[in-house]
Structures are given as C-alpha cells and as structure tokens.
C-alpha cells in the first residue's frame, strides 16, 4: 500500500524521468538489434559515446577554451542588451512620441529573425569576438525592450497620479512606481532574451570562427565527428535549461502579481 | 479642421513613416555629400533600389524565394500534422503530459538550431535538410500552445458532450479542437518566427539557391546592395506572416488580445 501511495504522490516526476530514461536506454540499445547500413552508421552514436567523448574533451581542456570563448561572447553581448535594452523601454513606455517614432524600427526588428544580419555583422566587424557580441546583442534586445514597455504600459495609473499628487519629479515616479511595477515583466523578457542570446552564439559561431562551442559543432560535424556534435549540442541544451529555470525560479518568488500572459516562453 | 483631425487620430501612422522617410534621407544624404560612400563597406538607398529592381526583373529573387519557401512550406505542414495531435493528447492524457513535459520543455528551452550542421550532413543541402530543420524547430509551439489550449478548455463543455452521450472523438473535434484553436494560432505565429531561422541557418549554412544563401553569397563576394536586398525582402516577409497571425488571432479570440506581451 505504501509503495502506491508514494507512486501516486510522485507520479509525474516518475513518468517524466521515466520517459526520459527509457529514450536513452531505446537509443543506447539500437546498434543490439539492429546493424546500421555502413552509410547510416557514420551518422550514428549512441549516449554512451557521447559520453565518452564528453569526459574525453573536458580531459584535455578543449570543452573549457571553447566555452570559455562562448560564455564571453554571450555575457557580453546579454549585458550590452540590457544596457541598451532597459532604458530605451523605460523611455518608450514613459513617452508617447518616442513610442511612435521608434515602433515601426521594433516591431520590425522584433518579427525579423536577426540572425539574417549575421553576413552584414561579419563583413562590418570581422570574424572575432564583435561580430558575436553583436549578432547576441540584436538577438537579446528587443524581447527586452519590448518587455520592459509593456511593463511600463501596464503601470497602475492611480498610483502613478497619487505619486505626482505628493509632488514627485518624473525621476521619483520612475523609481517608486514605475520600475518596481515592471520588473515581473523585465524578468520575463530577461528569459526569452537568453534564449536568443544563446541562439546568437550558437549561429554566430558557426560561420566565421575558430573558437567557441558553436565552431566546435560546426567543424565537428564537416569532419563526421558525430559524438562531438553531440557533446556541443548537450553543453548548449543544459545552458539554456539550467538558466532558464533560474530565471523562472526567480520570477516565481519576485513577483506573485505577475500576469499569466508573460509567462509564455 | 479636417486635416488636424486627421493628424490627431493617426499619429502613430504618420509619425511612424515620417520617422522612416527621415531615416531612409537622411542616410542616402550622408553618404552622398557627407561621407562619400564605400562600396566595399557600406551602401545607400539608392543602389539598395537599383539592385532590388535588377534582381525582380531578373527574376533571381522569385527563384530564390521559391526555393526557399517550399522547405520551409514542408517543414512547416510537418510541425502542424505532428504538432497539434501531440499537443492535444497531451493536453488530454494526465500520464502521457507526466510523460512527455521535461523532455519536450527542455528541448524548447535549447537551442536546437545547434543542430543545424548535423542535419544538413545527414539529409543533405537540398530542400530534405532545411525542412527537417524548420520543422524541428517550429513543432514545439504547436505542441506546446495545444497543450496549453486543451488545458483551458470549458470544463462545462466537456461535461455537456459527456452527458449527451458523446464519443471520445465528438469530445475532441467538437470542443476541444475549436476551442484551442486560438492558442494554436498564436503558436503558429512563434513558429513562423523559429521556422524562419531555421531556413535561414540551413542555407547559411549550406545552400546552392534560397534567400538565406544570396544573402551570405552577397555577403562573401562585398555585393552590399544585394544584400540588404535580401535582408529587407526577408523581414518584409517575416513582418507579413507575423502580422496576418496577429489578425487572425484577432478575429478568432478578440478576448486574447489585450494580454499580449510578445
């Protein structure tokens, strides 16, 4: 009886590990039932390879360069975003005509996939370091910028008037009501800003570089390296998942009042 | 007066073109009498018209688009016969949710694009390997916006169909299908943007023709104006498909529409 109860407790967790488990041993056991066709087979690896290959790159320090050069270029270009991301919703949001002058610039940039401008951004800056920082920071802005205004926007009028009632400067408005109100929305695009930050890196060091995880898949992938694919791809994958998480951690203890409609990913 | 009027009830109209014209002069006039232009590094309006008009009567761009538009058309039906069946059972389904939420949640969470040279070496530089890019990548809205749109279902519905005797297939095509249908839409709209990448990464990637591989090849050969071209057809593009999704999302779930954070 005990063990059903704690079964039916945890049910999910056990079905999602479950499922999870059960895809990896399924893969792991392909090559035991059936032989690849030569041509499929250098297309092939299993978990247990890529383990290998994984332990064998942190070994001898190719894995740590190559992040290394990555985690540079998406902090950067994540911090010149919020650097330019966060003030310029604030003064959209605060100022009509500025919305206006600057909208069409947004919702277009926002509805274009900016990795188009990666050809532009590699002829303009080289293949080092700027055109990466560059490529991440046109991925990560916008989802921040437009967050940050729609925060702004979504601000209680009555308490921005009984503010301005007590006699407060636009400067007072702004960081009694106006910020604190908005940061539910600043964390939620924070979270999407991640991902296509990650997303810049990934692509911008596809094309045009010597370092990085991204180059490292690249090259990895022109040589038949199918276990290193893997290996960048899983680095990448636990990236994004470890930080998103933290992100939504965050936001789940920030802010209780946080709409539902920010929410999604 | 009229005219004031006019200004006063479409600012946002006519402030968003004056800002454009502003900027579209205002960089053809620098470059031309300020600093003059260097081909090889930077271009203006003007020749980005003349190389946009040379590429539509020479019929280069509709090729181009062509090519590109039927992997992404491919990929992009896949992501919806597959998507939305999943979406639905799982929405559906406690066990198969259980089941299937980590892992799909972390697929994404990740960067799959990643996988772009993988699949390019495995189907091919043809339209094979960018559609199975584009539709990796375009699937999970779908399934993950099914999911969410079956989980909102009027519960009174359900209840209604059961008592009037329904079959597990009435309950799925008379009320939970119509009333997801709102959500599937807004997905289509984040998968169109993701589908896009998709094609885009491919043909960087690896590519003889599309839209993503002039752009690159305009990039590698200093053919700046052929570029931006490029650049621009596709944002217009993506701008459209956007656009329509938000209309349509307008029509089918006026409700939804004031709680849009993008």
């Known amino acids: 009886m005990k063990a059903k109860r704690i079964f039916a407790e945890h049910e999910s967790l056990i079905f999602g590990t479950g499922f999870i488990v059960l895809l990896l041993v399924l893969w792991e056991s392909i090559p035991l039932w059936y032989t690849l066709p030569r041509g499929m087979a250098l297309f092939f690896t299993t978990p247990s390879r890529i383990t290998a290959a994984f332990y064998q790159l942190l070994l001898d320090g190719t894995i740590e360069k190559h992040f290394y050069v990555s985690a540079v270029a998406f902090l950067a270009g994540l911090g010149l975003s919020i650097i330019v991301g966060l003030p310029l919703g604030l003064l959209m949001g605060r100022s009509a005509t500025l919305e206006q002058l600057l909208d069409p ?88 800003a991640i991902g296509r930050a990650i997303l810049g890196v990934v692509v911008g060091e596809f ?6 995880l991204g180059y490292m898949i690249a090259s990895a992938a022109t040589n038949y390296k199918i276990d290193v694919v893997f290996v960048g791809v899983a680095i990448f994958m636990a990236m994004s998942v470890s930080l998103t998480l933290a992100i939504k951690q965050l936001e789940s203890r920030l802010a209780v009042w946080r709409p539902e409609a920010a929410k999604s990913f | 007066m009229a005219a004031q009027a006019f200004f006063t009830e479409n600012r946002r109209l006519w402030l968003g073109l004056c800002s454009i014209l502003f900027l579209v002069v205002s960089w053809e ?50 992501a919806v016969i597959v998507g939305i069946p999943v979406g639905l059972v799982m929405g559906w389904r406690k ?36 559609a199975a890019l584009v539709f990796l990548l375009a699937i999970f809205p779908f399934i993950f916006n099914t999911f969410a749109g079956v989980k909102s279902t009027d519960a009174l519905l359900i209840n209604v169909i059961r008592s009037f005797g329904g079959t597990e297939k009435d309950l799925y ?33 690896a590519a003889s023709e599309g839209i993503g591989f002039a752009i690159s090849q305009a990039g590698d050969t200093y053919r700046l104006p052929d570029m931006f071209v490029g650049i621009i057809i596709l944002s217009l593009i993506a701008i459209i498909l956007t656009e329509l999704m938000r209309r349509l999302e307008l029509t089918l779930a006026p409700w939804r529409a004031t709680q849009e954070v993008r």
């Open chain 2, 95 to 130: 066990r198969v949710e259980y089941s299937l939420d980590p892992f799909l949640t972390a697929l994404y969470a990740s960067p799959l694009v990643a996988l772009a040279p993988l699949f390019i070496i495995v189907f091919g530089v043809g339209v094979l390997g960018k």
């Open chain 1, 207 to 212: 094309f045009g570089s010597s370092h990085g």
């Open chain 1, 105 to 192: 610039y947004v919702t277009a940039a926002n509805a274009t996939p900016r990795i188009v401008f990666l050809p532009l951004l590699i002829l303009w800056f080289g293949i080092g370091i700027w055109s990466k920082i560059l490529i991440v920071f046109a991925g990560a802005v916008f989802p921040l910028l437009i967050n940050t205004y729609v925060g702004v926007k979504n601000v209680n009028r009555v308490l921005v008037n009984v503010v301005r009632s007590f006699g407060a400067n636009e400067w007072q408005v702004m960081k009694i009501v106006v910020l604190p109100n908005s940061v539910p929305y600043i964390i939620a695009g924070l979270r999407l």
């Open chain 2, 173 to 205: 095509l008379k009320v939970i299908l119509p009333s997801t249908m709102p959500y599937i839409i807004a997905g289509a709209r984040i998968a169109i943007g993701r589908g896009l990448v998709g094609i885009i990464v491919g043909e960087f990637y």
């Open chain 2, 29 to 78: 006039f620098v470059l031309t009498y300020i600093f003059p232009v260097d081909p090889f590094f930077f271009t203006k309006p003007s020749l980005i018209g003349a190389a946009l008009k040379e590429q539509v009567q020479g019929g280069k761009l509709w090729h181009d688009l062509a090519v590109s538009s039927q992997a992404f058309l491919w990929g992009f039906t896949f």
